[in-house]
C-alpha cells in the first residue's frame, strides 16, 4: 500500500533492464519506496541494479519473466506479490526495437518481435489487472512508443506494435475505472540508451532520466496519457493529420 503520504512503497518491473523503468525506479525510491522486484528472463542480468538498490536500503529482488511465455505471466505477478506484498505500481517496460531491414528479410522475426512487443503486453497486463482489481488499487505504468502514433515505413513493424500496445493499455485503463486501480500510458519519443545505441537521434530525444522526469511529473498531476518530453503532445497533434504523402517525406528526413 502506498503510505501515508501517498508515495508508492512497492514496483514490479516487467522488464527490468529497462534504462528508462530504472530511472523511473530511482525517483520512486528517492520518494520512500522500499520494495522492488525487477523481472527479467536472466537473474544475473540484474545483479549490478540489484547491489545498487540493496545498498541503498530498498528490498530489491528478481524474478523470471518472459514475455514471450504468456502462460507464466499471471504466476508471475502472483508471486511477485507474495514476495513483497501488495503491488502499488507494476511497469510494463520490455520489448525489442528490431530492424525494419531484417523484418523485411525475415517476416518470422517480425512476428516474433510482435509477441514480445504486444502479445506479451496483452497477457502481463490483463494479469496484473486482475491483481490490481482484487487488491482494490495500484497503477499499470504501460510504456509504449511515439512510434505508434503513426508508423513511419523505416520502423512500421516496431511502430505498429507499439500502436498496438497503447490502444490495448487505453482500453484497459478504461476497464479499471471504478476498481481503484488504474493504467497509465507513457509514449516516450527517441530516447538515448543501448537500444538506440548507433541511431540517427531524432528530434527532441532525451535521457531516460529526462523521460523519467517527465513520468513522475505526469503521475503526479494524475494523467492518465504521458507524452515523453511534453513537447511530443502538440507536435503529434500536427503530425498525426498530415496527409500521407507529406508524412511519408517528413518521417524519412
Not at 520518494?31 to 547491489?51: E, I, Q
Not at 488499487?137 to 511515439?146: D, P
Request: proline residues 4%; hydrophobic residues 45%.
Amino acid at each position: 500500500m502506498r503510505d501515508a503520504l501517498g508515495s508508492v512503497q512497492s514496483v514490479l518491473v516487467l522488464g527490468g533492464n529497462s534504462e528508462i523503468a530504472l530511472a523511473i525506479v530511482d525517483r520512486l525510491v528517492a520518494s520512500r519506496c522500499k520494495k522492488v522486484v525487477l523481472g527479467v528472463r536472466s537473474p544475473a542480468s540484474a545483479t549490478t541494479t540489484l547491489n545498487r538498490l540493496r545498498s541503498s536500503g530498498v528490498d530489491a529482488d528478481t524474478i523470471v519473466f518472459d514475455a514471450l511465455d504468456p502462460a507464466s505471466h499471471a504466476k508471475v505477478i502472483d508471486a511477485a506479490a507474495d514476495r513483497i506484498g501488495d503491488l502499488d505500481m507494476v511497469i510494463l517496460a520490455f520489448g525489442v526495437l528490431g530492424e525494419q531491414s531484417e523484418f523485411n528479410a525475415d517476416p518470422v522475426a517480425a512476428a516474433e518481435a510482435a509477441r514480445v512487443n504486444f502479445v506479451g503486453a496483452v497477457s502481463s497486463g490483463l494479469a496484473t489487472a486482475a491483481k490490481l482489481r482484487a487488491q482494490g488499487h495500484g497503477t499499470i505504468l504501460a510504456i509504449t512508443s511515439v512510434a505508434g502514433v503513426r508508423a513511419r515505413a523505416d520502423n512500421f513493424v516496431y511502430g505498429s506494435t507499439k500502436a498496438g500496445m497503447d490502444a490495448f493499455a487505453q482500453g484497459l485503463g478504461d476497464s479499471l475505472i471504478g476498481s481503484g486501480a488504474r493504467c497509465v500510458v507513457v509514449r516516450p519519443g527517441f530516447v538515448h540508451t543501448r537500444m538506440t545505441e548507433g541511431m540517427k537521434p531524432a528530434p527532441f530525444a532525451a535521457t531516460p532520466d529526462k523521460i523519467a522526469d517527465a513520468v513522475i511529473n505526469g503521475l503526479q498531476k494524475n494523467k492518465e496519457m504521458i507524452w515523453a518530453p511534453p513537447i511530443l503532445s502538440t507536435l503529434f497533434t500536427i503530425l498525426r493529420h498530415l496527409p500521407r504523402p507529406l508524412w511519408r517525406k517528413i518521417s524519412a528526413g
